[in-house]
């Protein structure tokens, strides 16, 4: 009886969709440190995360064709749709810092990009070792130490927000938004490893 090989094109594709994230994280990152460039940082995160959803769509293609796959359907398809999670919600940020205009440099956003940037290149990392689930775990609780992190800057950062006498109106919502968005992502990063937790120790 002749064996069906599996399809294992999908780990590469894998490894492609997790350069797309580090590439749209420290793009976003030159952002909250350069916000004079915003027109230039946002459509670079824009090619990026188109480049992202054509790696997702060719994901789909080659799972309807696969007969036989590495990983469970359902695990390759939770996979792709958390990094490209991740991908939008930097492109969605970076297109509201372009929106509203964002031309200052504010400390809790160049933080909060920093450890998107640290987030990225665990799951980066991660999406390399999927097989192996010592080193998958490891990196999940390193980045729950980075999350737990992003919470402390976010809570701090809205409340100084709102603690400004003299504020105008316009800045905090904008700056509350800026900093939902930073925050939510770093929050999907932690999802994706879970994710990639599940897969590794499913698998080992």
Known sequence: MRLIPKDEGFFELFDQLSTKLTKSASVLDQLFNEPTRLDFFSTQIKLVEREADDIVHEVMNRLDRSFVTPLDREDIHLLASSLDTVVDLMDGTARRALMFNITDRRDPAKALSALLVRGAEVIAESVKHIKDPTKVIEAARAMKL????????????VGAL??????NALDVLRWKEIYDNLEHALDECEDVM???????????
Do not use: H, P, T, W
């Not at 709102?162 to 504020?167: G, K, L, N, W």
């Not at 879970?194 to 080992?204: F, Q």
């Open 146 to 157: 980075i999350e737990e992190e992003g919470d402390g800057i976010y809570s701090d950062a």
């Open 162 to 167: 709102f603690r400004q006498v003299d504020a």
């Open 194 to 204: 879970n994710v990639l937790e599940s897969i590794a120790l499913k698998n080992s």
